[in-house]
């Protein structure tokens, strides 16, 4: 394979902390009890907010009596359409608006009498304690005109229209070859339809926003993993310019995609904030996340592979069907991952989608590949099946030397050597071949693999790091802690890269005041921090250089002589810290900034995607154990091998591709939102019928990475939030199959499907 | 939730007398009525705390018996030496329902009259005849993959979710009530009611009276609780046994057999029971047991997989009671 | 109102709330203990354990008024190796549900010295398997169940 090989930047030191297995910077925080979430700041004159949501799925309200709610004692407003102050319409969805990217859905709530989901905010009610606002919103009483309403999938999915193109969220489909002549022509064949069922984010915390408004000046803490997009979003549904409000999100208890845009609940503290004259908290309920918060929409798929006898596919076919929502939504990119992972001559990739009168969906870990893989992955061991082939064997005998549609090469492809390690360390070779053979007790035993892929992406970040005179550094950046350790990771880049102390390096994220960061999604944020603060940080060694006073040993260097290490810039010949560089030059502190211009970053990414495909890649093994007389599937050993670039820490790095495996899991077996075909309506909006793994489901997972730089990566990194979920319901399928001889097309892979 | 009052009595007469009044209603550890108050499903005037009550400890009974206070809570009982020696079923059946948190908090008394987990009974929004008694039943059309196939109406076909009562339905529990005229003794296996026309009557329970006491008579056989459910802990039973069996020379001399997740109350199998009574403990005769039990079950489209499930999970249970002998 | 007392982290506390105040809302809007979290608010996460008198519950479902009296330790409270366990393993990520686990892991780990069984207790020892079924009334969505595990057999010595 060949790459033009572009230098990555990098530290001038030794790498002291780039890989290592940090304890994360906010750990004590975290186990004390100290870290505060959005519901948790105080104000003086708070009032609670709870949310009434509609009970029809489409239709209008004729009347909103709230009189009784309002005599309740401690209610400080309802507020309705009738009565509630007019929002901004939600911007026209554009590309060039980050703002209307954020927005939820087109609905502008209490502004009209329309209902368009089920579960839609239709009145808010302000109190002075959670308890009666939640109960006074039980006593808002609509009525409503009810309208015809397509809700369910499963019926008006023949509706499904082809994605219209251009849409450059999404890799939509593809034609190479001729994929259905192929296909017959092939001597050996699958062709099969899978379903994925509506997932849910169900992050452990609740969507919170504190809002409180100081003349045109608003406060806001909010459990976003996008600042940046939320905050332009409310400043074009609000009319005040961007810069009047401020978002603070230090720690937020999980995302997961589902708190990637503005969402109701958002929106609705802000107005109720804004027409009560008070601080409002709304915390919504676990219902109300379900009620308001889309999830991942639910998916229908055909795959279909040809291949000749030994096994070399001569064909792929990959559609796909899922839905958005009438008053908005994301096409799900179901197909991504099958442009990538086989070499095959003959390729129909397509995509259709039907719009429901349903609350949006929204993106959730890896949207596309998470379930796209699952139908193909699943295709392919089906394949194996019918040739007597190794699963393995199959795979690696059709890994694309470029990238199959496109022809366009890798930066970086090692899943041979995924599986050849993972192999080895999972004890693949101790399969017996045969469907239902292998047993421990009464437990059937079986072992199953797959391929994981997710599309590598990054974006502008805006830092500015700090020098101070007494040693210490602070980068400062709007980025977002919701559990991948991003203060950690960059406080470690930026430690290797000025050669101090983990210690001595503070990072200031969580603020929208702070220089613009990137949303928490898409698994871009921290490679695309850490380019800015690479950079970021070899301007201040230059800055530093600068300021080296006369008889200094330094003067005169060039910067590529210098080493950074034990606090300060040294040359063979000798060096001085940063302390007494800045001291005599009667600085106390040095600031430096990076600010990559979005026009300069769309122009490199529109090279490199010319180029390049980038990604992170894995193999998931998997051994379940199936119960032959209930059906009850246990996950009871798990391996993932990944190829993801540079890993900044082995920790927390570990535990977030453990985090998408568990995902995987529970997607695989367990998870599903039920939504009534009658109604619209979510009939399962809780922990305990929504059914996430517990303790009890998840073995230990055993995790491998390459570590290799990818040569094009600033650091040789990439994100990887994402990546791990991809492959892993398959995987369990996969596994499932070999313990019993079934192979179960619907997720999730309940007993029933077993018995 | 809507507005209270609390009283916390601390001896059963006044306890009973609170609790006389329209709209009272008993507090256990509130894991059940809290979150249906909060869900505005329950909506009482009077919540009447019997925590304080002195029915907190597992009483010997003379003849072998356990005498179990109303007030127990589930995880005391389930570590109550004598009722792992002894019931094994009943300590397994309660250490599989709910969290080791849940546990702590939930009593004998709550969890005996805890109600079903229905995803339409739990929407305030939905047709449901339990919540709303004549206001039509979604479930039946609706997802009912929990839902029971065994006692139903077509007025209501929600299972009753407790592992706790299905333990003690096959040990012929019986409960004892303090009412207003007094004390009653009822056997578990009559203490729930089927659905019939008014789902919304789940007792035998009159209004008020207080359930202060489980007394379980001796059983020699050894018993087992096998519960399958979506994962792995921390979910209500699709299907659940609870058997005790004895077995003597390859024929069966004493089985009890209580099935949970297939009916609006615990179900005691006493077709199956009979069937297995004298006839060779093999798996031939558990699964024509167990398929005569479910002969006579009403099945919705979601919810027929459970008489295959439950046929084999009686078999499972009875195999491995019959092979390991004891409770484990 | 009902005027109550407890015991929070060492510090006695009076204070009037209504019978309908969950122990949670209490803790969190009246006292400003925020330590425990409302993941769900109907028992079904554990995100809002706390320790009662030494014992684990769920104060969501808990009413304020039936813990009068009674000594209430939130991770505000607690000083206890599990805290350090739980970083070095990694046992959380975005720490929301972390409180929980922590209070939890304790309130289980006296459970099991005093010698309370659990679903899958077949032989003594406080393996792998029996911690994940004692603890599997805490939900971490994070994914973090394999580095609580291994915090919980680290403080126990295993
Ligand atoms: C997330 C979750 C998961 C659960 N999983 C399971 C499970 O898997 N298996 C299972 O069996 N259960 C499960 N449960 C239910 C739990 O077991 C019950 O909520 C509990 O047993 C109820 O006991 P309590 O004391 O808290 O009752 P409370 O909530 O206090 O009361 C429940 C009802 O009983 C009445 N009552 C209480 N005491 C008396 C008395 N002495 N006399 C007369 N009436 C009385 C109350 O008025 C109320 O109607 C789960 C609960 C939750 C929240
Ligand atoms: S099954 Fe019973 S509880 Fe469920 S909706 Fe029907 S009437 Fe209500
Ligand atoms: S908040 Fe109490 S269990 Fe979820
Ligand atoms: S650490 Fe995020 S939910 Fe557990």
Same mark, same amino acid.
């Given at each position: ?674 939504? $009534? ?19 009890? $489901?998840?073995?230990?997972? $055993? ?53 | ?34 979150? =249906? ?237 009979? =069937? ?22 009403? =099945? ?29 | ?158």
């Amino acid at each position: 394979m060949s790459i033009d090989y572009v230098k990555p930047e990098q530290a001038t030191g030794t790498t002291r902390y780039v890989g290592q297995a940090v304890d994360r910077v906010d750990g004590t925080a975290k186990t004390s009890g100290q870290a505060r979430f959005a519901a948790e700041f105080p104000y003086p004159d708070l009032a609670h907010a709870a949310l009434v949501h509609a009970t029809i799925a489409r239709g209008r309200i004729t009347a909103i009596d709230t009189a009784a709610a309002r005599v309740v004692h401690g209610v400080v407003d309802v507020l309705t359409h009738e009565n509630a102050p007019a929002m901004k319409p939600a911007p026209k969805m554009s590309m060039l608006n980050l703002g209307s990217i954020a927005s939820s859905s087109s609905v502008n709530y209490l502004a009209t009498d329309e209902v368009h989901w089920n579960g839609q905010p239709v009145a808010v009610v302000v109190a002075e304690t959670v308890e009666t606002a939640r109960y006074a919103a039980s006593l808002v009483a609509p009525t409503y005109q009810e309208l015809p309403a397509a809700v369910d999938f499963a019926t008006e999915k023949h509706n499904a229209v082809p994605e219209k193109k251009g849409n450059p969220l999404l890799e939509g489909g593809a034609d190479k070859g001729d994929a259905t002549a192929a296909l017959a022509a092939a001597p050996v064949s699958v062709d099969l339809e899978f379903s994925t069922p509506q997932y849910n984010h169900n992050a452990i915390e609740p969507h919170a926003t504190t809002a409180v408004w100081d003349g045109d000046h608003l406060t806001l803490h909010d459990s976003t993993q996008n600042i940046g997009w939320v905050r332009k979003h409310l400043a074009q549904r609000f009319g005040v310019p961007e810069k009047s409000i401020r978002i603070l999100s230090p720690f937020v208890g999980g995302g997961f995609g589902g708190k990637g845009r503005a969402w109701p609940g958002t929106l609705l503290a802000v107005l109720a904030a804004r027409a009560t004259g008070r601080a409002v908290r709304l915390a919504l309920t676990r219902e109300g996340v379900y009620h308001t918060v889309g999830g991942r929409t639910p998916s229908t798929q055909r795959v279909a592979l040809g291949a000749d006898a030994q096994g070399r596919l001569t064909a792929i076919v990959h559609t796909s069907v899922s839905r958005i929502a009438r008053v908005g939504g994301l096409p799900e990119p179901v197909t991504t991952a099958t442009h990538h992972l086989y070499a095959v001559p003959n390729i129909h990739l397509s995509h259709e989608v039907v719009e429901l009168d349903l609350l949006t969906n929204t993106f959730m870990r890896a949207p596309g590949e998470a379930i796209g893989t699952f139908a193909l992955e699943s295709a392919i061991d089906e394949l194996a099946w019918e040739l007597g082939m190794d699963p393995i064997e199959l795979r690696l005998r059709n890994e694309p030397e470029r990238d199959p549609v496109s022809g366009k090469s890798f930066t970086q492809r090692m899943l041979r050597e995924a599986y050849a390690r993972g192999a080895e360390r999972f004890g693949w070779r101790d399969r017996d071949p045969r469907p239902g053979v292998m047993r421990d007790g009464r437990w059937l035993v079986g072992m199953g693999v797959a391929t994981a892929f997710r599309g590598s992406i990054h974006m502008p970040v805006h830092v500015t790091v700090r020098l101070g005179a007494d040693g210490k550094l602070v980068v400062r950046c709007a980025l977002h802690e919701i559990g991948m350790g991003t203060a950690t990771a960059q406080a470690q880049i930026a430690a290797d890269e000025m050669g101090v102390p983990l210690e001595s390096v503070r990072v200031e994220y969580g603020d929208s005041e702070l220089p613009r960061g990137v949303g928490a999604i898409g698994s871009a944020q921290t490679a695309s921090a850490a380019a800015s603060v690479l950079a970021a940080c070899a301007k201040l060694r230059k800055a530093v250089l600068a300021l080296a006073p006369p008889g200094s040993p330094l003067r005169g260097r060039r910067i590529e002589e210098l080493e950074a290490r034990d606090g300060g810039l040294h040359h063979r010949d000798g060096g001085q810290t940063y302390t007494e560089i800045l001291t005599a030059a009667g600085r106390d502190h040095l600031e430096v900034e990076h600010k990559p211009t979005m026009l300069g970053f769309l122009a490199r990414t529109v090279r490199d995607s010319r180029r390049w495909v980038k990604a992170t890649t894995g193999a998931q093994f998997c051994e379940v154990r199936v119960d032959p007389d209930t059906g009850e599937v246990r996950v009871s050993r798990w391996l993932g091998v990944f190829d993801l670039g540079t890993v900044i820490n082995a920790r927390t790095a570990a535990s977030q591709l453990r985090g998408g495996i568990v995902m995987g899991i529970g997607m695989a077996l367990s998870e599903q939102t039920l939504i $009534d075909h009658r109604t619209g309506r979510i009939m399962n909006p809780s922990l305990a019928e929504y059914h996430v793994p517990v303790h009890a $489901d998840i073995p230990h997972i $055993d995790i491998d990475y390459l570590n290799e730089p990818d040569p094009t990566m600033p650091l040789g990194l990439h994100g990887i939030g994402e990546v791990s979920i991809t492959g892993a319901a398959a995987a369990v399928a996969n596994a499932v199959r070999h313990a019993t001889g079934k192979r179960v097309r619907d997720l999730p892979i309940t007993l029933d499907k077993l018995l | 939730m809507r507005p209270f009052a609390y009283v916390k009595p601390v001896d059963v007469e006044t306890a009973v007398l609170a609790a006389a009044k329209p709209g009272a209603k008993f507090l256990g550890g509130g894991t059940n009525l809290v979150d =249906l108050m909060r869900e505005g499903i329950e909506r009482p005037d009077t919540v009447v705390d019997v925590t304080g009550l002195p029915f907190d400890t597992v009483d010997e009974l003379p003849g072998g018996g356990l005498r179990i206070g109303a007030m127990v809570r589930n995880s005391a009982l389930a570590a109550d030496p004598r009722v792992r020696a002894r019931y094994p079923v009943l300590s397994q059946a309660l250490l599989c329902g709910a969290s080791g948190q849940l546990r702590n908090m939930a009593t004998v008394g709550g969890n005996l009259l805890q109600r079903t987990r229905c995803p339409y009974f739990y929407d305030t929004a939905a047709a449901c005849n339990k919540r709303e008694p004549g206001s039509g039943c979604d479930a039946l059309d609706g997802f009912n993959r929990g839902c029971a196939i065994l006692g139903v109406s077509e007025s209501c076909i929600a299972t009753h979710p407790s592992d706790m009562c299905v333990a003690l339905a096959a040990l012929d529990a019986v409960v004892e009530v303090r009412g207003a005229d007094g004390t009653r003794r009822i056997p578990l296996t009559d203490f729930h009611r089927l659905p019939g026309d008014t789902p919304e009557i789940e007792t035998t329970l009159a209004p008020g009276d207080l359930v202060t006491a489980v007394e379980l008579p001796p059983v020699a056989a050894g018993s087992r609780y096998r519960k399958v459910r979506d994962r792995a802990s921390y979910a209500f039973a699709l299907v659940s046994v609870a058997a005790a069996l004895r077995v003597s020379d390859g024929i069966v001399t004493e089985v009890r057999l209580a099935l949970g997740g297939v009916a609006p109350k615990p179900w005691r199998a006493r077709e199956a029971e009979r =069937l297995l009574v004298g006839g060779p403990a093999d798996e031939a005769s558990f699964r024509r047991a167990a398929e005569a039990e479910l002969a006579a079950a009403t =099945l919705r489209p979601d919810n027929a997989f459970k008489v295959a499930l439950a046929a084999s999970t009686v078999v499972a249970t009875l195999r491995m009671l019959s092979t390991e002998g004891a409770s484990r | 109102m009902t005027e109550m007392r407890m015991k929070v982290n060492g510090s006695v506390e009076s204070l009037d709330v209504e019978p309908w105040v969950s122990l949670l809302d209490a803790l969190r809007d009246r006292l400003g203990v925020t330590g425990p979290k409302k993941g769900c608010d109907q028992g079904a996460c554990g995100a809002c354990t706390v320790l009662v008198d030494g014992m684990r519950i769920n104060a969501c479902l808990a009413l304020a008024v039936q813990y009068d009296g009674r000594e209430i330790t939130t991770i505000e409270g607690v000083a206890h190796p599990l805290q350090e366990a739980f970083v070095r393993h990694d046992g959380f990520q975005c720490g929301y549900c972390t409180p929980g686990q922590i209070c939890s892991a304790i309130g289980m780990l006296a459970e099991y010295e005093a010698g309370m069984p659990s679903a899958v207790t077949e032989s003594p020892g406080l393996d792998e398997a029996e911690i994940r079924e004692r603890m599997s009334g805490n939900l971490c969505r994070c994914g973090a169940y394999n580095g609580i595990v291994d915090a919980i057999m680290d403080v126990t010595g295993r």
